[in-house]
């Protein structure tokens, strides 16, 4: 098997997640920033066996796309045009994950400081994505 590599898209950050190769468990990679993201994903799995990249797609309650899409969309078409053949792209619902990372950093015991990285959140968040992909996939 090889690794999932999830991105949570932001205009400034970008949270990045990713499987082990067995794809037992999803572990927070790094935070890149937006402009460098295309270019990292390819290094990326240039140097690791991926055949997945999994992409956070933002929905409102009823489901539909929320207003970030609008900046989200575009960058989902660039990343298809730049995967080694072989590699697809996924989207999976994200709603609500970055209120569950600050929870969990929460119940983690992190001080405010810490909570405050928007870095961190980010990662946590596309960890948070990543996971419930995962659940759905070996609870199916």
Not at 42 to 51: C, F, G, L, S, T
């Amino acid at each position: 098997m090889a690794r999932i590599l999830c991105i949570d898209y932001g205009r400034r950050r970008c949270g990045i997640a990713v499987t082990d190769e067995l794809r037992i468990s999803a572990s927070p990679l790094t935070t890149v920033g937006a402009h460098e993201i295309l270019q990292f994903v390819q290094n990326y799995i240039a140097a690791n066996r991926v055949d997945l990249v999994l992409v956070g797609r933002p929905t409102t309650l009823r489901g539909e796309d929320s207003e970030s899409w609008t900046y989200i969309e575009p960058f989902t078409r660039a990343l298809q045009r730049r995967l080694p053949q072989g590699v697809r792209m996924e989207l999976y619902d994200e709603r609500f994950t970055s209120s569950l990372a600050h929870k969990a950093m929460l119940a983690g015991g992190l001080r405010r400081q810490a909570r405050r990285d928007k870095a961190l959140v980010d990662r946590t968040a596309a960890t948070i994505i990543l996971t419930d992909y995962l659940e759905s996939i070996y609870n199916h």
